[in-house]
């Protein structure tokens, strides 16, 4: 690499870091509503991108400043000056952090919109021979307020339609805060069909609670607005309730809860929401928080066979490869991503649809579930 070259990159970075940090200062201290809400999200993500490869090569750097300083005391006589840093440490070290900074790079720009179909199918031997190779569509965490790319969406949207699932059941987290972001996606979203229609159930951001309101009248009409606009876009919206769904003169439970978790707002009423279903009935579940199952659904005495749920978002970053899956939000929820199973009762955590917080995704992509219900032989 020539010399100039070499120069131009190292300012580059420096200035890149100093203007980042002006501008969060004057966020701070001088206009905090000069940046849009969905692009905070944009700005997290750089920030970020600058913190994270520089975290990850500090330790090594500093064991290499201990060995240097530990070389220097004890052979100080024979050198001239104090060593400076061996100029392969320093290559591999910048190879090192190369990696998160373009993996990062790459979940901001194409990562979050880089949508998945993951399929399973399921066997049930109590399941109705009527919903025998039935499929349902799951999406879960839209996080509306953080998009930016209609056509990116669109073809999120489109995905999931053709599918062509009996059922699209969305699981929760329609928007970050407030019925307002939904405004310039209820279009898009309206074109989601299904010929059993679409269910969908309540997330812990729906209901408002990170959002400053002028009185809790504010906070009440927005959610009822929220709910609203789903039943304008051709949503079922279940709030502790079940619909039945019949095919063939035989039937299944969809039962619908709202938020409820161990470390989250406990809104829903599982008892309530399964007062009607009958006891020798098949029942598929819809309840955000993963939490839920182990807390509730598994030890309800009328069995709830599929539990479908989202929230974790997979953490937004991870890695998931044949054979190994890892993120550091499971060391926080039991079932974090993808199929778990007790015996014959099932949980699907959903990875999202949308994002929230870091603006992209790492190893963890936008999510679009397929689950098929086989009846055992």
Same mark, same amino acid.
């Given at each position: 690499?020539?010399?100039?070259?070499?120069?131009?990159?190292?300012?580059?970075?420096?200035?890149?870091?100093?203007?980042?940090?002006?501008?969060?200062l004057?966020l701070?201290?001088?206009?905090?509503?000069?940046?849009?809400?969905?692009?905070?999200?944009?700005?997290?993500?750089?920030?970020?991108? /600058?913190?994270?490869?520089?975290?990850?090569?500090?330790?090594?750097?500093? %064991?290499?400043?201990?060995?240097r300083?530990?070389d *220097?005391?004890?052979?100080?006589?024979? *050198?001239?000056?104090?060593?400076?840093?061996?100029?392969?440490?320093?290559?591999?070290?910048?190879?090192? +952090?190369?990696?998160?900074?373009?993996?990062?790079?790459?979940?901001?720009s194409?990562?979050?919109?880089?949508?998945?179909?993951?399929?399973?199918?399921?066997?049930?031997?109590?399941?109705?021979?009527?919903?025998?190779?039935?499929?349902?569509?799951q999406?879960?965490?839209?996080?509306?307020? +953080?998009?930016?790319d209609?056509?990116?969406?669109?073809?999120?949207?489109?995905?999931?339609?053709?599918?062509?699932?009996?059922?699209i059941?969305?699981?929760?987290?329609?928007?970050?805060?407030? /019925?307002?972001?939904?405004?310039?996606?209820?279009?898009?979203?309206?074109?989601? /069909?299904?010929?059993?229609?679409?269910?969908?159930?309540?997330?812990?951001?729906?209901?408002?609670?990170?959002?400053?309101?002028?009185?809790?009248?504010?906070?009440e009409?927005?959610?009822?607005?929220?709910?609203? &606009?789903?039943?304008?876009?051709?949503?079922?919206?279940?709030?502790?309730?079940?619909?039945?769904?019949?095919?063939?003169?035989?039937? %299944?439970?969809?039962?619908?809860?709202?938020?409820?978790?161990?470390?989250?707002?406990?809104?829903?009423?599982?008892?309530?929401?399964?007062?009607?279903?009958?006891?020798?009935?098949?029942?598929?579940?819809?309840?955000?928080?993963?939490?839920?199952?182990?807390?509730?659904?598994?030890?309800?005495?009328?069995?709830?066979h599929?539990?479908?749920?989202?929230?974790?978002?997979? &953490?937004?970053?991870?890695?998931?490869?044949?054979?190994?899956?890892?993120?550091?939000?499971?060391?926080?929820?039991?079932?974090?991503?993808?199929?778990?199973?007790?015996?014959?009762?099932?949980?699907?955590?959903?990875?999202?649809?949308?994002?929230?917080?870091?603006?992209?995704?790492?190893?963890?992509?936008?999510?679009?579930s397929?689950?098929?219900?086989?009846?055992?032989?």
């Amino acid at each position: 690499m020539q010399p100039n070259t070499r120069q131009a990159i190292h300012w580059a970075y420096w200035v890149f870091d100093f203007l980042l940090i002006l501008f969060i200062l004057f966020l701070l201290f001088v206009n905090p509503k000069f940046l849009p809400a969905k692009y905070i999200f944009v700005l997290v993500s750089f920030v970020l991108l /600058s913190i994270i490869p520089k975290l990850l090569i500090v330790p090594f750097l500093l %064991l290499e400043d201990i060995s240097r300083l530990g070389d *220097y005391a004890l052979h100080y006589k024979s *050198y001239d000056s104090y060593p400076a840093r061996r100029k392969f440490i320093g290559q591999l070290l910048l190879g090192v +952090s190369a990696v998160p900074f373009l993996a990062i790079i790459y979940g901001m720009s194409k990562g979050k919109y880089n949508y998945k179909i993951h399929h399973h199918t399921l066997h049930f031997n109590d399941l109705p021979d009527a919903f025998d190779n039935f499929t349902i569509t799951q999406l879960s965490d839209i996080h509306c307020g +953080s998009f930016t790319d209609h056509e990116a969406v669109k073809r999120g949207i489109e995905l999931a339609n053709s599918q062509k699932s009996d059922l699209i059941v969305f699981t929760g987290d329609l928007v970050n805060n407030e /019925s307002i972001e939904l405004d310039e996606w209820q279009s898009l979203f309206a074109k989601l /069909s299904a010929p059993f229609g679409i269910y969908s159930i309540l997330g812990n951001h729906d209901y408002g609670d990170y959002a400053e309101w002028p009185s809790p009248a504010a906070k009440e009409a927005n959610l009822n607005r929220l709910k609203q &606009m789903q039943k304008e876009m051709g949503w079922t919206l279940l709030i502790d309730e079940h619909a039945k769904l019949e095919r063939s003169g035989q039937s %299944l439970n969809l039962v619908g809860v709202q938020n409820w978790g161990k470390n989250f707002a406990r809104y829903g009423n599982l008892n309530k929401a399964m007062s009607t279903v009958d006891a020798n009935s098949f029942t598929v579940l819809l309840s955000h928080d993963p939490t839920h199952w182990e807390a509730e659904a598994l030890q309800h005495p009328k069995p709830i066979h599929l539990t479908l749920a989202g929230h974790t978002h997979g &953490m937004q970053f991870g890695i998931e490869i044949p054979g190994f899956r890892w993120s550091a939000v499971k060391y926080i929820y039991n079932q974090w991503a993808g199929l778990y199973n007790k015996g014959n009762k099932y949980i699907n955590v959903n990875r999202g649809f949308g994002f929230i917080g870091f603006s992209g995704r790492v190893g963890i992509w936008p999510e679009i579930s397929v689950i098929t219900l086989k009846k055992q032989a």
